[in-house]
């Protein structure tokens, strides 16, 4: 039996890490350069960098430090933020990056997500769904780092990410993100139980007991951000790693 994924997910802004509580209130972490170099050493199975202030501002992926970063990485390296065009899959594809997180232009270019698992794979491209609770609708899909509502459950946006060629779904509970209260496992089942692609779990986590709840809930791999680079309870910076699941 394959053994499930567990995934640092570490959030750049102004080149820097931080980490976030409900999309918000970031803390700074540190290099991501030395982060990686101590998840190298933890045999981590794959890693996650999502640029939070690229899509914001407007900007495009910074080529020149995700190369930096990727020269570093031993491991699978996914990254997210900024992408728009085909060109800069190309790129990042051509420095080391072995899977792009696409969220907002999935809305406004859908067509990129067909060009892009047609050329690559569909094992290339990860879809970020950010949702939350919404009063008397139910979970919604958000996006804009969870500033605007798009009218969609997570379910049918992640059935139409499915359709349009993606390989895998991250999906992340925008309530949850930095909370430590476990994963939103209602909201795992639904989206696990609507598509046949592998869904990725994050927002929430605290203990590897919510890795494994996770993954029972229907989630192919589990992420997190906060568990990994902060020791409790006074979250002092602490890059730590663990893939056991209990």
């Known amino acids: 039996m394959k053994r499930s994924r567990i995934i640092p997910a570490l959030l750049l802004y102004n080149r820097g890490l931080v980490k976030s509580v409900k999309f918000k209130d970031y803390k700074y972490v540190g290099d991501p350069i030395n982060a990686v ?7 981590v199975d794959e890693i996650m960098i999502l640029d939070i202030g690229a899509t ?19 491991m ?34 859908p067509a990129l997500v ?36 798009t009218g969609l459950s997570p379910d049918e946006f992640a059935k139409k990410a499915e359709q349009l060629g993606a390989g895998e779904i991250l999906l992340n509970s925008i309530e949850r993100d930095g909370t430590y209260k ?6 795992i089942s639904l989206v696990s139980n609507t598509v046949n692609i592998p869904v990725v779990a994050v927002g929430g986590a605290a203990t590897p007991e919510d890795f494994s709840k996770a993954i ?31």
């Open 76 to 109: 699978p390296l996914a990254y997210g933020g900024g992408i728009t065009t085909l060109e800069q899959i190309k790129s990042l594809f051509f420095n080391g990056v072995e899977k792009v997180v696409l969220n907002n232009v999935v809305h406004n270019n």
């Open 216 to 246: 029972n809930a229907g989630a192919s791999a589990a992420a997190a951000g906060s568990m990994f680079v902060f020791q409790r309870p006074h979250n002092a910076v602490l890059i730590s790693y663990t893939n056991n699941l209990k």
């Open 56 to 74: 914001k501002e407007g900007r495009a992926p910074d080529i020149k430090q995700i190369t930096e970063i990727t020269s570093e990485a031993f």
């Open 37 to 43: 170099k101590i998840f190298n050493e933890k045999e």
């Open 182 to 187: 476990g994963y939103d496992l209602e909201l």
């Open 114 to 149: 067909s060009e892009v698992a047609s050329r690559f794979g569909s094992q290339s491209v990860v879809i970020s769904i950010d949702v939350k609770k919404v009063l008397f609708k139910g979970y919604e899909v958000f996006i804009n780092n969870g500033k605007s509502k």
